[in-house]
C-alpha cells in the first residue's frame, strides 16, 4: 500500500527549508528539482536494500533529517548526500584498486 505525504506535512517542511532556499517535494520517479529525496527513494537511487540503507544511517555514512518525533516517522536526506557516499566509495575502489596494481609490480 502506497502512502503519500499530506500536503500539510510539505508545506510544513518547506516552511522550514525556505530559508535555506531549498523545497521538499515528494521524489515521484525522481522527477523532483528538490534536492531531499525520502529514505524510500533514497534507497531506489543507491540502488540497495532496505537494511543495508539503514545500516549506512547507524554507522553514521549517510545523514538523514526525521521530519517527526516518532520512533518510525517520516525521514528526508540530502540527495548530495547520497551522491557523496557514492562518489566517496568510487574513490576508496580505485585507491584500493591502485594499491594492489602497485604491490604486484614491486
Partial sequence: ??????????????????????????????????????????????????????RLVYEGKLKTIKLTDYRNGKSIIMRSALDEYVQAHINSRKDRKEKTDNAERD
Fill in 1 to 54: 500500500m502506497k502512502t503519500t505525504v499530506p500536503d500539510n506535512i510539505v508545506a510544513a517542511v518547506n516552511s522550514l527549508l525556505e530559508p535555506y532556499g531549498e523545497q521538499y517535494t515528494p521524489a515521484l520517479g525522481f522527477t523532483s528539482n528538490s534536492g531531499y529525496l525520502s529514505t524510500k527513494d533514497a534507497i531506489k537511487y543507491l540502488g540497495v536494500s532496505k537494511s543495508f540503507f539503514w
